[in-house]
């Protein structure tokens, strides 16, 4: 298994540093000849940004001002002083609230955004670079691809009362038709390289002239496709476009990794929301963050594989089960089963989906070593127990289940109020498709505000025996390792909103585990021995400690 994995680490590691040397600009070498960018390091240019139904600009001087209407062309705002060489500006990022757009906008046709940085002379203003970018695509909704109401017929008391008839209106004048729609937020700037490249390399790849022409950047991808704003006559469209410059090998690198994705949504069928997810990451983060994610998702795989690969062992190898909690197996298989529904029903991402299952199929394996059906004379005429090992009466380990038992349903009568109180505020306060959607919704939201009930009877058990040496602590310390990644996931990388919640989760519940393995850690198995049962039928602990 180790030299599989160092056989992994190994090709991802030589796939990252073909992606970065691939990357590289090729910098002039001594003696060589090289080529600099065309605009001075201490140039100052404007950017002016025009929304267009064509795709090709007019001349600057024909471009609308602001406030002007054109039929096909609305100038949405512009950047002055920019230096194009600075990788940090203090101008304010662009919002335009309310767009006043013309009656061919919204013909359900393409928009372009037309960006050029413009340099200020004593004839006027010249162009410098320009760049077209399709700004529009075609959308349809979540909130119109699956009708949403409110379940109890009536609206909230603090209903936004525009909000719903715009809502409304769009919906019947839609219905479930895609429609040209806009993004939120776009990123514009330079792309910077102050060191001189290698002119013979750069002709190899079509350079023709000593100037370095380096293209404008235009960020489309920061907003996701189901956050765009679909364009219809009465309904408020807004943009905000950010000031960002970028160096060259980041921008090659965005542009490699953007068209990979898109051939994979393409040949693969990987769905919308993940591939969207991913070139938000990559494109609207900085290398050191983007460095580390895709570090953190090898290590993750990585680790991975090496807690289920431990974990599949340890069930194997085990042949008594004292120690082991089967309510917690059950509870998490149960959670399993939500999850999977919930982010089925959410219709967004599928790669999460697809590892829920994969754990539920583990978490069934589990509970097959861990129980069994036991036959009984009495109707129903079999009972789900426990495997115990030759050491452990069934006596005792029924004890260790009722103990459970109680810890647990203390747990919940403190964690049941809040479910009831959190699922009843989205009932009254939130639009769902049906009953079944708000059912599945507040069942992973109980899975998950009651995750302490899935792990604690463990925690309970742990406290039980005074002992943690029964637990499979490899793995728990791959999965901890994993929890913790999935932590950076959490902050970095879109998933369903619910889904999230475990992760934190899982840091508390691994948390008590190392705090009681520190409080037992002198409870060795060589200090226990069984204790029979009192005369009087006490209940006396499980296990006893012996004076040195």
């Known amino acids: 298994r180790k030299i599989v994995l160092l056989a992994v680490f190994g090709y991802f590691s030589y796939e990252c540093y073909l992606i970065w040397d691939h990357c590289q600009p090729v910098v002039a070498g001594p003696g060589a000849k090289g080529a600099k960018s065309d605009i001075a390091e201490d140039a100052r240019l404007d950017l002016r940004l025009l929304l267009s139904t064509l795709d090709k600009p007019p001349a600057i001087d024909r471009w609308p001002k602001l406030g002007e209407s054109d039929p096909n062309h609305v100038l949405v705002g512009q950047f ?21 757009l013309g009656e061919k906008f919204y013909q359900n046709r393409s928009l372009y955004l037309h960006v050029s940085a413009l340099r200020q002379g004593a004839e006027g203003p010249r162009v410098v670079r320009t760049r077209t970018e399709k700004l529009s695509r075609q959308v349809l909704q979540a909130s119109r691809k699956h009708k949403r109401r409110y379940l109890l017929g009536r609206l909230p008391p ?104 898109d051939d994979a949504e393409k040949t693969y069928g990987m769905n919308e929301y993940d591939v969207d997810s991913f070139k938000q990451m990559i494109t609207g983060s900085s290398p050191w963050k983007i460095t580390l994610v895709y570090t953190v998702a090898i290590l993750h795989l990585i680790l991975e594989v090496m807690a289920v690969s431990s974990d ?31 982010v089925r029903e959410q219709e967004q991402t599928k790669m999460v989906m ?93 899975s998950q505000v009651g995750g302490f009930a899935i792990m604690t009877p463990q925690i309970f058990l742990n406290h039980r025996l005074k002992s943690v040496e029964h637990l499979p602590w490899r793995a728990l310390t791959f999965q901890a390792v994993n929890t913790f990644i999935d ?43 069984p204790l029979a049962e009192d005369d009087d039928h006490s209940d006396p602990p499980l296990f006893t400690r012996e004076k040195d």
């Open 80 to 100: 002055t002083s920019v230096s194009p060489h600075d990788d940090h500006h203090e101008q304010p990022d662009l919002v335009t609230p309310n767009l006043v």
């Open 158 to 261: 603090n209903a936004n009362m525009t909000k719903e008839r715009l809502d409304d209106f769009a919906e019947e004048k839609l219905g479930t038709a895609s429609i040209s729609s806009l993004p939120k937020v776009v990123e514009l700037g330079f792309v910077t390289e102050n060191r001189e490249l290698d002119v013979a390399r750069l002709r190899e790849k079509g350079l023709k002239h000593l100037d370095l022409a380096l293209p404008l950047f235009v960020n489309t991808l920061v907003s996701p496709r189901d956050e765009y704003q679909p364009l219809l006559e009465g309904l408020d469209v807004s943009l905000e476009f950010r000031l960002r410059n970028i160096g060259l090998a980041y921008w090659t690198l965005q542009q490699t990794l953007t068209l990979a994705f």
């Open 312 to 342: 599949i062992s340890f069930w194997k190898a085990k042949t008594s089960f004292e120690g082991i909690s089967s309510s917690s197996v059950a509870l998490q298989t149960t959670s399993s089963i939500i999850m999977f529904l919930y």
């Open 354 to 446: 697809y590892l829920i299952f994969a754990k539920f199929c583990l978490q069934v394996w589990k509970l097959r070593k861990l129980t069994m059906f036991k036959k009984i004379p009495r109707p129903p005429y079999f009972k789900w127990v426990n495997r115990s090992g030759a050491e452990t009466g069934l006596e005792e380990m029924q004890d260790i289940e009722d103990f459970e038992r109680r810890c647990v349903l203390q747990l919940f009568l403190v964690l049941v109020p809040v479910m009831v109180a959190y699922c009843a505020y989205r009932l009254v306060f939130e639009k769902f498709r049906s009953w079944w959607s708000w059912l599945i919704l507040s069942l992973a939201v109980g």
């Open 487 to 529: 932590d950076i996931f959490t902050l970095f990388i879109r998933m369903p909103e619910i889904h999230k919640y475990s992760a934190f989760r899982d840091d508390i519940i691994f948390i008590i585990c190392c705090a009681q393995r520190w409080m037992y850690r002198n409870n060795s198995s060589s200090n226990k021995k």
